[in-house]
């Protein structure tokens, strides 16, 4: 039993009585009232029909409450033990407030969550292949915080699909043809830039130096700039030395990353490489594709004189390949685009990459045909996530997509805005802010955080609090305790954010264990845990209905509501829903645990209740965790 079967029966009561008053069908909303002595449910039913039948909504409540709800509730719990409503109520604006049978309920709802481990992961997917592309750092740098928005944004999504039975297939692309990879070999070929820094992570090394540095000497060589241009056409052609070369760096530089990746707990399924996509026939079948629709023109006049172009419904044209042939960004996009949905025949092969922390395998595109020929493409809907400065140019690729009698909505651009620092992280870091509140990370000017040097502070700012917390613990378990705690404080921190709202990161801030913050969640959980721990009692003829006290309620209240911030989760593609409701749960549990004695209660009965429901928030809190892919932790 959750929330969702007391709606439904408040539903189907409603609709009876308007039905047995002659009046219309009418959509309405049951929610939940504002203030708690309004009842544990509100339907604004009245209202909607006021603005039809011209009368006040009280006046139509009155009738409805008096004239049908209440018979029809009562003969309803005569004849059903099932009935879940106590009592319906008229508040003096027109709602129609409801008070939930809380001894039916909790006995009905702790029972399913004890029995079942998977409780509240219903089949919202039914099996639909969901593509999901995330991360996408160009391979010349390490990520910093700002990407790790997009990385936790899209493995939280991905958790949540997967726990609802989608088929989600997570892709990273790889730009190993691009300008800033052009750059980092320019940096390495002709500004001789030694390849190896022993004493840096290479992805770092790359990034902080080499990029930073060759974007400042092209002011100054202009004959650099000339051989930046020469090295991308070599790469976008894939056969040179050079070309060798840049795929050599790339790869190094990606494998970096993804330690970083999988040190926060980030899945991935396939590698895809932008090379493959410029010299495979996908490029060339979309490009063809596109003239054959008349989606891009040649110019022959005007500044785009020689170019290829789209022109997007009420925008300027977008050139998609320069005059002397290389292609821009979103011509590598939409042949991408169209691949993943199946448009254009896959000519990819495939070979496992890398063994990843979770033991599955990551695959990576080739064009070797003497590797395997897997079907990860076709998906019935994608999901693409780049941050809002994005935005025009996949608003474009879904246009180009409908063009090609792809149904724009099965592409559907997950759009998010930017991280900045807060001044003390900043100083932290030993960044010059001067005065400012918060900073702007820009990769070419060398103003950022690498995330590995953020998790690294917040693994030593926990391990600390861990060590001064449990003195006697191995420094192997505490390096434990301490790592878990910083992946729980930067995911939660990114997470709980509207996608709308610039985030700004605060190291202290997000290592609290009070308040808004992952380590909170971690720490009611492992407090509840150390309740069941002293536990000696053994669980069985559970009297749920003695569970009476408010705190006991409002726990169970919110335990019933799991499944339903689920679904809503699954459908919005919003992890901010599933953290809010971790942090209300956490925060009722922690009430509940300050005001309602449970291993000193004296009534056997009584306290084996409560033990039953603090076993059954735990549960539901660690599968919450689970998808929000924070650390389980029975100790902190």
């Known amino acids: 039993m959750t929330f969702r079967l007391l709606i439904n029966q408040i539903r189907e009561a409603v609709s009876f009585s308007l039905l047995g008053l002659g ?89 399913e969550v004890l029995q079942n481990p998977e409780y509240g992961f219903y089949d919202w997917g039914k099996g639909e292949h969901i593509i999901i592309e995330h991360t996408s750092v160009n391979p010349n740098k390490a990520l910093h915080v700002g990407h790790l928005r997009n990385v936790i944004l899209g493995d939280s999504i991905y958790r949540i699909l997967k726990a609802t039975n989608h088929k989600v297939t997570v892709l990273n692309y790889v730009d190993d043809s691009g300008l800033q990879v052009a750059d980092i070999v320019v940096g390495f070929k002709f500004a001789k830039f030694p390849i190896e820094s022993p004493d840096t992570k290479f992805d770092h090394y790359c990034g902080d130096e080499v990029y930073v540095k060759i974007n400042k000497m092209y002011k100054e060589d202009s004959s650099l700039e000339e051989k930046r241009r020469l090295v991308l056409k070599e790469i976008e052609e894939g056969k040179s030395d050079i070309a060798i070369f840049a795929s050599e760096i790339a790869i190094r530089v990606l494998n970096e990353q993804l330690k970083t990746c999988w040190r926060i707990k980030a899945h991935y399924d396939l590698l895809n490489f932008e090379s493959h996509i410029l010299v495979s026939n996908l490029w060339k079948k979309s490009f063809a594709l596109l003239k054959e629709k008349g989606i891009v023109t040649l110019q022959t006049e005007g500044k785009n004189n020689g170019c290829w172009v789209i022109k997007p419904y009420g925008e300027e044209e977008k050139v998609i390949v320069r005059s002397d042939g290389t292609l821009t960004y979103i011509a590598k996009d939409i042949p991408y685009a169209a691949w993943k949905l199946g448009i254009v025949e896959d000519p990819f092969f495939y070979y496992e990459f890398a063994n990843q922390w979770d033991n599955s395998i990551l695959w990576a595109t080739t064009l070797n045909p003497n590797n395997c020929h897997s079907i990860f493409n076709s998906a019935n809907k994608t999901v693409t996530i780049i941050d809002s400065r994005q935005s025009r140019l996949q608003r474009i690729i879904s246009q180009v997509l409908s063009n090609l009698h792809a149904d724009s909505n099965r592409y559907h651009h997950l759009r998010y805005e930017t991280v900045t620092l807060s001044s003390e992280t900043a100083k932290m870091m030993g960044l010059k802010i001067g005065e400012k509140e918060i900073i702007h990370m820009s990769g070419r000017q060398g103003i950022y955080v690498n995330a590995d040097y953020a998790l690294d502070i917040l693994h030593a700012n926990a391990y600390r609090e861990a060590e001064s917390r449990n003195p006697n613990l191995s420094k192997e378990l505490l390096n434990t305790i301490a790592e878990d705690v910083a992946i729980s404080a930067v995911r939660y921190s990114i997470i709980k954010h509207d996608l709308d709202r610039i985030i700004t990161f605060d190291i202290t801030e997000s290592l609290k ?43 169970i209240k919110q335990i019933a509501k799991f499944d339903l911030v689920i679904e809503e989760t699954t459908k919005t593609l919003s992890p901010k829903l599933l953290a809010r409701y971790a942090y209300v749960l956490a925060t009722v549990f922690n009430i509940f645990y300050e005001k309602v004695p449970v291993l000193r209660e004296q009534n056997k009965d009584i306290m084996i209740a409560r033990l039953s429901l603090v076993k059954a928030f735990g549960l539901i809190l660690r599968n919450t965790l689970s998808v929000l892919g924070i650390p389980i932790l029975n100790k902190m």
């Open 23 to 111: 009046y219309p069908d009418q959509d309405f909303d049951i929610s939940e009232p504002p203030r708690k002595e309004f009842g544990d449910l509100t339907c604004n039913v009245a209202f909607q029909l006021s603005k039809k039948i011209k009368r006040r909504p009280f006046d139509i409540a009155k009738e409805i409450i008096e004239r049908q709800l209440k018979p029809y509730l009562e003969n309803k719990t005569k004849m059903s033990s099932q009935s879940y409503v106590q009592s319906v109520e008229l508040h003096p604006t027109g709602y129609i407030n409801f008070k939930a049978n809380f001894s039916r309920l909790s006995t009905s709802l702790l029972n």
């Open 513 to 555: 264990l009070e308040g808004d913050t992952g380590p909170y969640l971690q720490y009611a959980y492992a407090r509840s845990q150390r309740i069941l721990d002293k536990s000696t009692v053994f669980f069985s003829d559970i009297k749920f209905e003695l569970l009476i006290l408010d705190p006991e309620i409002d726990l």
